[in-house]
């Protein structure tokens, strides 16, 4: 197996998808400033959630995001036409990440899975063929590449759709709870279409067509005899979803990784007629270092990342923790908002605050994660440190509605967030179990805790 991974193999697949990817990048990156997205999640805000650990990307978040996207679109053609490409790609993927892990009020899988295929094209020869650093410079020109280059590809798409497909099993998917939260807000459709959604055999059908088209589409488009069958199931699906969620460009990013499912000299044959047709036998160790110390490591992260959760205790569905990075896509509804209690723990005097007075009301309505309600808290201390005040911060109301089922109190009012620091790794004891006792934390009971009363005094 390991030397069949270094036998040559045409490297057209590569060279046209660094062709789709940078044609998929320059259309995020025009669309986000022609959409005024990058106003709305960067220059409109007065602070933001951004990954735990990346605070010090708020430092930019102002006009210079606008410079941001204009070179991301400039790095974005030199991936495309193959210009300075190890420059280009480095830079649009330091880009991007300032992007992505900048904010999570309009978190997507698929800007997880465009950052992580930008970290890998880092580490491979997308530029030797049909590429301007290839007509310049006669030396690194090539028509081959190892074959592990295009498992790569092949294992990655397969965590996604793996891990997506075993995610849908459970009671609210299999009854059709969750394709039919879907389709309640799609009020901008025609009435027939409408009328077609509200359907519960409809909504039954897209949700076990979805776990048929996760689980099945890999090995279909492996093999020969169905590939095709694949290919224009793959089209139906993401144009449906393009459609239907308005979901940006990720329809036709998943629809670009179909180039490594064909043998590589079909591939040459329909976008490269002119490519000398060789056919390659003998092996290559180009590359061993990069697959040894980089992409054998990263695979294995990628299989055991979307793991976390089975090992946090608590169910992920309703305490978050483990479900970013882990391909739990489209997978529930979820909504609420938590209302915070500042005390000055000089003079226990209660302070006035109102969520609006650092977020905008998109970032409000993201206040029913756990990560994101800390993180709140912390912005809050440090907004009154700023005023000279030493305060606490409880979470007095976090009622938290997943996939429209009655709400249910999310965090512990009786815990100074405040002062606590975030579990990385595991559970926090402060995020309340889904069947914990409501009535303990009731409006009426709630002065009686003594974690508030004692700052109150």
């Given at each position: 197996?390991?030397?069949?991974?270094?036998?040559k193999i045409?490297?057209?697949?590569l060279?046209?998808?660094?062709?789709?990817?940078?044609?998929?990048?320059?259309?995020e990156s025009v669309g986000?400033?022609l959409?005024?997205?990058?106003d709305?999640?960067?220059?409109?805000?007065t602070?933001?959630?951004?990954?735990?650990?990346?605070?010090?990307?708020?430092n930019?978040?102002?006009?210079?995001?606008?410079?941001?996207f204009?070179l991301?679109?400039?790095?974005?053609?030199?991936?495309?036409?193959?210009f300075?490409y190890?420059?280009?790609?480095?830079?649009?993927?330091?880009?991007?990440?300032?992007?992505y892990?900048?904010q999570?009020?309009s978190?997507n899988?698929?800007?997880?899975?465009?950052w992580?295929i930008?970290l890998?094209m880092?580490f491979?020869p997308?530029n030797?063929?049909a590429?301007?650093?290839?007509?310049k410079?006669l030396?690194?020109?090539k028509?081959?590449?190892?074959?592990?280059i295009r498992?790569?590809f092949?294992?990655?798409v397969t965590?996604?759709?793996?891990?997506?497909?075993i995610?849908?099993?459970?009671?609210?998917w299999?009854?059709?709870?969750v394709t039919?939260?879907?389709?309640?807000?799609?009020?901008?459709?025609?009435e027939s279409i409408q009328?077609?959604?509200?359907?519960?055999?409809?909504q039954?059908f897209i949700?076990?067509?979805?776990i048929?088209f996760?689980?099945?589409?890999?090995?279909?488009?492996?093999?020969?005899r169905?590939?095709?069958?694949?290919?224009?199931?793959s089209?139906?699906?993401?144009?449906?979803?393009s459609?239907?969620?308005?979901?940006?460009v990720?329809?036709y990013?998943?629809?670009?990784?179909?180039?490594?499912?064909?043998p590589?000299e079909?591939?040459?044959?329909?976008?490269f007629?002119?490519k000398?047709?060789?056919?390659?036998s003998?092996q290559?160790?180009?590359?061993?270092?990069?697959?040894?110390?980089?992409?054998v490591?990263?695979?294995?992260?990628?299989?055991l990342l979307?793991l976390?959760?089975w090992f946090?205790?608590?169910?992920?569905?309703?305490?978050e923790?483990?479900?970013?990075?882990?391909?739990?896509?489209?997978?529930?509804?979820?909504?609420?908002?938590?209302t915070?209690?500042v005390?000055?723990?000089?003079?226990?005097?209660?302070?006035?605050?109102y969520?609006?007075e650092?977020l905008?009301?998109?970032?409000?309505?993201?206040?029913n994660a756990?990560?994101?309600?800390w993180?709140?808290a912390?912005k809050?201390k440090?907004?009154?440190k700023?005023?000279?005040?030493?305060?606490?911060?409880?979470?007095?109301?976090?009622?938290v509605?997943?996939?429209?089922?009655?709400?249910k109190?999310?965090?512990?009012?009786?815990v100074?967030?405040?002062s606590?620091?975030?579990?990385?790794?595991?559970?926090?004891?402060?995020?309340l179990?889904e069947?914990?006792?409501q009535?303990?934390?009731?409006?009426?009971?709630?002065?009686?805790?003594?974690?508030?009363?004692?700052?109150?005094?």
């Amino acid at each position: 197996m390991w030397q069949k991974a270094f036998t040559k193999i045409d490297n057209s697949s590569l060279i046209v998808f660094r062709i789709f990817f940078g044609i998929i990048f320059f259309v995020e990156s025009v669309g986000a400033l022609l959409t005024k997205w990058v106003d709305k999640n960067f220059i409109e805000t007065t602070t933001n959630f951004t990954f735990i650990g990346f605070e010090f990307l708020l430092n930019i978040q102002n006009e210079i995001m606008y410079g941001v996207f204009v070179l991301m679109a400039f790095a974005s053609l030199g991936v495309l036409f193959g210009f300075k490409y190890r420059f280009s790609i480095v830079l649009l993927t330091l880009l991007w990440s300032t992007a992505y892990f900048g904010q999570k009020t309009s978190y997507n899988n698929h800007y997880y899975l465009m950052w992580l295929i930008a970290l890998i094209m880092c580490f491979l020869p997308a530029n030797v063929y049909a590429s301007y650093d290839a007509k310049k410079n006669l030396s690194i020109k090539k028509g081959y590449m190892p074959q592990w280059i295009r498992w790569v590809f092949i294992l990655q798409v397969t965590c996604v759709y793996f891990y997506a497909t075993i995610a849908k099993f459970y009671p609210d998917w299999l009854d059709g709870t969750v394709t039919k939260n879907m389709f309640v807000g799609m009020t901008e459709m025609p009435e027939s279409i409408q009328m077609l959604f509200q359907k519960n055999e409809f909504q039954l059908f897209i949700a076990y067509m979805g776990i048929a088209f996760d689980g099945l589409i890999i090995p279909a488009l492996l093999w020969k005899r169905t590939r095709w069958f694949a290919i224009i199931a793959s089209l139906i699906f993401h144009i449906f979803n393009s459609i239907t969620l308005q979901i940006g460009v990720f329809p036709y990013f998943a629809l670009s990784f179909c180039v490594f499912f064909f043998p590589p000299e079909q591939v040459r044959n329909f976008f490269f007629r002119k490519k000398d047709k060789e056919i390659f036998s003998e092996q290559t160790n180009e590359g061993l270092g990069a697959l040894k110390y980089f992409f054998v490591p990263y695979l294995i992260i990628q299989v055991l990342l979307p793991l976390r959760h089975w090992f946090i205790k608590g169910d992920v569905l309703w305490t978050e923790e483990g479900h970013r990075l882990s391909w739990r896509m489209m997978l529930r509804s979820r909504s609420g908002e938590a209302t915070f209690r500042v005390i000055d723990k000089k003079t226990n005097e209660v302070l006035r605050f109102y969520n609006d007075e650092l977020l905008t009301y998109k970032q409000q309505t993201r206040l029913n994660a756990p990560d994101v309600i800390w993180q709140m808290a912390q912005k809050i201390k440090a907004f009154y440190k700023e005023k000279g005040k030493d305060v606490a911060v409880y979470v007095v109301q976090s009622d938290v509605y997943v996939n429209s089922r009655p709400a249910k109190r999310l965090i512990d009012p009786t815990v100074d967030l405040a002062s606590v620091k975030w579990n990385y790794f595991g559970h926090d004891e402060w995020v309340l179990d889904e069947n914990a006792p409501q009535d303990l934390y009731s409006d009426s009971n709630l002065e009686k805790i003594p974690a508030l009363i004692k700052h109150q005094k």
